[in-house]
């Protein structure tokens, strides 16, 4: 094998910015990789749900011996947006970072196709090397243009962790004008193709230029192969978000969670975040913020989590009087959690009474807590945590009364949470289970061997 010095290899990455260390690391995986003949795994960590979800993925890697490159694409890169990598305690593994800066999508799709040839070109100097295989999670942007970027660049196909979600919703959309949204599960339901924008997208790209298809729940798969996707290539693992709830759950302390949130002692709080786009324009964000705060006046205690992109169209919509109102009315309004921990444990506590969402992940976590969740949207890519276990309800920003009326009448009917499904859809020890997978796993198509250099 080639030895390729850690400084020589800063200066050949414009992007893929290494030290040392690191390139010690990747020359480590790929003598492993060679040592094992095994393909060298590339997990890729991008978005704070990410780093939350892929942490007991890394773990069981390292535990299990399989060979493996951390890489992170940086999508995010705010400190509160990526507490998560220390939080979970594996930021010291990461070997290559890779980047998608710039002012707008098409910027950032450049520099990210430069990381990507800068990265491979490292790997070329290797005279030895294995097959590398991308692991990419969820739905972000970084899971949709990656696989492509690989696929095509180097012939390597990807393993899609968390694939095959596609939204849900009623068949009916003028069901919403009924008033009643309790019995959602019974109605008729369909396929919203273009929903949510861009994460749907980006799911659907992502599964194309990968092999290897992980599907959280059989809906998922059921998915994949009304899509055409060859059921040899699809597996039903469970969510990784099993995994991060149990991990957390041993780290909770109520009284280290109340020393930064003193505020909800002795009260129980419905916690309210949005930061999907469709949600971000004025007329939904107004409903919203008077939905909460018309609740708050009828004594409802509502905690609103400022999240980056909730207050980027805040400001850019020029709804801070609004934003003002709410908090007038009783609203508490805390800035962006930085630390899983402190969600999970609040979600854990006496203090919770439910969460009010357009997050997937939270959805998830929701169900494996068993903690009643309304969904802040006309659809949902987890309709399981609805049509299966019953402990999700559909609550698009339809109007203030709408949201008000809908809200009360959900928590009012404490029957309504009490017939949530008694076992956790998601499994236990996913990640073990999709190491033991990939330990014997073997692409059935290396494009790079059948490449032609010009």
């Avoid at 910015?17 to 795994?41: F, H, T, V």
């Avoid at 009474?353 to 009643?372: F, K, N, W």
Wanted: charged letters at 20%.
């Amino acid at each position: 094998m080639k030895h390729f010095p850690g400084n020589q290899l800063i200066s050949t990455m414009k992007y893929t910015i290494q030290n040392p260390s690191c390139a010690g690391m990747m020359e480590a995986a790929i003598e492993k990789a060679m040592d094992l003949k095994r393909p060298l795994y590339l997990p890729i960590i991008a978005t704070k749900p990410c780093f939350i979800k892929m942490a007991s993925l890394i773990q069981s890697m390292t535990q299990q011996d399989l060979p493996f490159l951390l890489v992170n694409s940086n999508q995010h890169y705010d400190q509160l947006l990526t507490a998560q990598i220390d939080e979970l305690g594996y930021k010291q593994q990461i070997g290559a970072n890779l980047y998608s800066n710039g002012r707008d999508f098409n910027e950032r799709i450049i520099t990210m196709c430069q990381s990507v040839t800068d990265f491979l070109s490292v790997l070329a100097t290797y005279t030895e090397k294995p097959d590398i295989i991308p692991v990419v999670s969820g739905d972000t942007f970084s899971a949709g243009i990656l696989p492509q970027l690989f696929y095509f660049s180097a012939g390597a196909r990807s393993v899609h962790v968390e694939a095959g979600l596609r939204s849900y919703g009623p068949a009916d959309k003028n069901r919403w004008q009924e008033g009643n949204v309790l019995h959602q599960a019974g109605w008729d339901w369909a396929r919203y193709v273009n929903d949510p924008f861009p994460e749907g997208m980006d799911s659907r790209l992502a599964s194309i230029s990968s092999e290897l298809l992980l599907a959280p729940v059989k809906r998922n798969m059921d998915n994949l192969l009304y899509e055409g996707y060859v059921a040899e290539n699809i597996m039903v693992t469970g969510s990784l978000s099993s995994d991060a709830v149990e991990l957390m759950k041993k780290f909770t302390h109520t009284e280290d969670f109340l020393d930064r949130y003193p505020f909800l002692s002795g009260k129980k709080w419905l916690r309210v975040d949005l930061h999907r786009r469709e949600n971000l324009i004025p007329d939904r964000l107004m409903a919203v913020l008077s939905g909460i705060a018309k609740l708050s006046r009828e004594g409802m205690n509502i905690l609103l989590v400022k999240s980056n992109a909730m207050m980027a169209a805040i400001h850019q919509f020029g709804l801070e009087e609004q934003l003002g109102a709410t908090e007038k009315a009783g609203v508490k309004i805390c800035e962006l959690w930085p630390s899983y921990l402190d969600v999970i444990s609040f979600m854990l506590s006496d203090y919770c009474l439910g969460l009010y969402t357009d997050s997937g992940g939270l959805q998830e976590e929701a169900h494996i807590l068993r903690v009643p969740c309304l969904t802040l949207r006309y659809s949902t890519d987890r309709p399981e945590t609805i049509l299966d276990a019953g402990g999700n309800l559909l609550l698009p920003p339809v109007s203030e009364k709408f949201i008000c009326h809908n809200t009360l009448n959900a928590f009012d009917n404490t029957s309504r949470w009490a017939h949530q499904d008694s076992d956790n859809i998601y499994g236990n020890k996913v990640a073990d289970l999709i190491v033991e997978k990939l330990k014997h796993y073997t692409p059935q198509y290396n494009a790079a061997r059948r490449m032609l250099t010009y």
